[in-house]
């Protein structure tokens, strides 16, 4: 299978998924590793292809892994990278995205906005960052809109946010990928420096550390940590307790685990 189509097959089970989960009555995640099979049987209406179609996904997935959206897919397949790192850099992209829109006179694949407004956006959107980090993602965007901030041109938001024919994405949205990962280490690092010392982590400790560092963190939020970082089945909010003083775990494995989740201050 080409890097192309396992590209755009695998964006067609993200969209397919997406789409499928919206229409259940219980709003409820469908795991991955229970979907994909499920839907190539539907998709290609006999078993014996879709077996066919799984292995050869499974080699291409192999041969292109340094494609950052196929290797992403594959690892969240394996179960190795939490489903929630594709899904929350998505809506982090569509949460940039309509706020340029709504800085924009008309809603169309021909929005546009001053280069000054998605400046000062940029600012809004990510006021922490510094006007280094900032500056980076103005760079980017240049490059993809080939336009120069300085200039008096409008700039077209949807150019920032084009695939191309593989499914990359652009320069901008790239950088701001970088840009998360970046605040993720900061992030997983303080937890780091709280537990570093113990050889093995109780729930307990390791919750209280999350809380100390991200103290607005939801209750709901916090037991999707633990359940992803100590490989729980999902548990709800009475018998996570019953866990804490029960379940520890190897400092080093807590933090790779923590690499491969969605994680962030809130």
């Known amino acids: 299978m080409r890097r192309r189509i396992t590209g755009l097959l695998i964006k067609e089970i993200w969209s397919k998924k997406l789409s499928d989960e919206q229409k259940l009555e219980i709003k409820s995640n469908i795991k991955l590793t229970d979907y994909v099979f499920d839907y190539l049987t539907k998709r290609f209406t006999n078993k014996e292809i879709a077996i066919e179609v799984s292995y050869n996904m499974q080699d291409a997935c192999n041969r292109y892994r340094n494609n950052y959206e196929i290797n992403l897919f594959w690892q969240i397949l394996i179960g190795q990278v939490e489903e929630n ?8 992209f569509a949460r940039i995205l309509q706020y340029f829109i709504k800085l924009s006179s008309n809603y169309s694949s021909q929005s546009t906005i001053q280069w000054s407004d998605f400046i000062n956006a940029l600012h809004e959107l990510y006021s922490h960052w510094t006007n280094e980090r900032i500056s980076l993602l103005i760079r980017s965007a240049e490059r993809d809109t080939q336009q120069s901030s300085i200039e008096k041109n409008d700039l077209r938001v949807f150019l920032l946010f084009m695939e191309d024919d593989e499914g990359h994405i652009g320069e901008f949205l790239m950088t701001i990928r970088q840009q998360l990962q970046l ?25 209280r550390a999350v ?13 999707r940590y633990v359940n992803w970082v100590y490989e729980l089945k999902k548990i709800n909010k009475e018998e996570i307790e019953s866990y804490n003083e029960m379940q520890s775990r190897d400092f080093e494995e807590i933090i790779v685990r923590l690499e491969r989740c969605s994680c962030f201050m809130h």
């Open 183 to 207: 605040d993720k280490n900061e992030y997983i690092e303080k937890i780091k420096n709280l537990l570093i010392g113990y050889p093995l982590v109780s729930i307990k400790q390791f919750k």
């Open 85 to 92: 790192v594709y899904h929350d850099e998505m809506k982090e």
């Open 211 to 223: 809380q100390m560092i991200d103290p607005h963190i939801s209750k709901k939020e916090l037991r």
